[in-house]
Every structure is written in structure tokens, then in C-alpha cells.
């Protein structure tokens, strides 16, 4: 009669135990979290957004996968950092590795914490109005005592050069994209892949609306020994 009577109550003690343990882990998991995201705060981090700006209809948006080419459009790198690092944009055709659209490569320091840069520099552009084969922007953020910052420094620059010779300038990309996966420690675009973060996706730049990139920003964290690295992917 004992048994019986007692085995309710232990049976009752035991799932009341496990409750506990089980809101234990819960809780402890999520202080877990919540250091993990300190510790992220903390770090040296850079946020990107590339858009594309239509001249015809006076719009900036940001650069997705649905976004098409059209008259009167190019594309702009926007890139601030948190901390001094070096900037490294270039786009590459996903079939061969080689320059898209013949764009010239994008080599900045950014000197200071907060700086804001905004690509291709000067009167460069990026002009996307013809509809070519499928290509990846990979946006690049380096340490600024990176080893290899001096190497893509004058590789960048010699790519700038609009009458180099077409074999030489295939020589130079293979180079580029090699030094770029060096430093971002792997050659896979799918492990850095950007995403934007949030659904709808608009923008104005006329009148008194400016077009709110860093609403549209991918973030990248880097340190003194590791690169960031982000891949922008086309539709087309």
C-alpha cells in the first residue's frame, strides 16, 4: 500500500527535477548566447552594401539577385568599418574567374575607425546596362598590416591601366583571385555568400530622400590576422 501510494509522488518529483534541469541548460545556453554576442560586438567589423544606381529614373537600390541590368544603370560599393582595414572589391564571371563586364578592381584604405567609402572612386563606374553572363562581386576586407595588402595594392593598380594587354590582364585576375582566397583562408564563395537584411528592398536618391544603404548592409568581422570576406551574387 505504501509502494503505491509513494510511486505518484516520486513519479511527480522526477518530472519536477527534470523541468529543472532542462531550464537550467535553457538558461545557460542562453547566457551563452548572449557573451557570444557581446564578444561579437567587440570585434572589428565592416558592413557592405553594394546598390544599383538608375540614372534614368533617379533610383539607387540594393544589389540582389532580381535586380537586372538596364539603361543608365551601375553598381556602387558602399563600405564602413569599425576599425582602420583595407578594402578590396572586384567582380569575377562565374563560368571563368575573369573580370566582369571588364570592370577594374577597387583597392582603398580606410584610415580610421568609421571612415565611409563609397566605390568605384572618382569618375569610374561600374556601368551594368547589358545583360552578360552570371558573375560575383567579392568585397574583400583586409587587417591593415596585412602581408598581402602591398602585393593586391600594386596588382590592383596595375589592372587600372584601360589598354592592357587582354592576356596580361587574364594573368593579373588569376593572381588577384588567387591572393583573395588566400586571404579570406579558402576559395569557396558559398561560405561567404552576402545577404541583405531585410525583405523589401527599395530606395530614392532625388529630392529629400537619400537611398539608406546600411539598412541594406551585409556585416563582416576581420581581426589582425584574419580577412573578412563577402560574395555578392548576381541573377543574370
Known sequence: MNNEYHRPFSLAMFQISLLVAIAYVLVASSSDFTAAGE???????????????????????????????????????????????????????????QLAYGWRPQFVELDEEWQEVRLPEKNKAWRWELKGEPFDFYVLIMPAGSSLAQEIRRLVT???????????????????????????????????????????????????????????????????????????????
Not at 42 to 52: E, F
Not at 76 to 82: D, K, T
Not at 160 to 173: A, D, I, R, S, Y
Open 39 to 97: 564578444a561579437d560586438s567587440s570585434r572589428a567589423y565592416a558592413s557592405v552594401c553594394l546598390s544599383v544606381r538608375d540614372e534614368t529614373g533617379s533610383k539607387e537600390v540594393a544589389f540582389t539577385p532580381e535586380v537586372e541590368p538596364g539603361t543608365g544603370k551601375s553598381i556602387i560599393a558602399h563600405a564602413v568599418a569599425s576599425a582602420p582595414c583595407i578594402l578590396v572589391v572586384v567582380a569575377l564571371n562565374k563560368r571563368d574567374g
Open 158 to 236: 596595375a589592372m587600372q591601366v584601360p589598354t592592357e594587354e587582354e592576356g596580361l590582364l587574364k594573368l593579373q585576375t588569376n593572381r588577384l583571385r588567387e591572393l583573395i582566397s588566400r586571404a579570406a583562408g579558402d576559395s569557396d564563395p558559398s561560405k561567404h555568400q552576402a545577404t541583405t537584411t531585410v525583405a523589401e528592398v527599395h530606395g530614392i536618391t532625388r529630392g529629400g530622400n537619400e537611398f539608406l544603404w546600411r539598412s541594406f548592409a551585409s556585416k563582416v568581422y576581420f581581426d589582425n590576422r584574419n580577412s573578412g570576406l563577402l560574395v555578392f551574387r548576381s541573377g543574370t
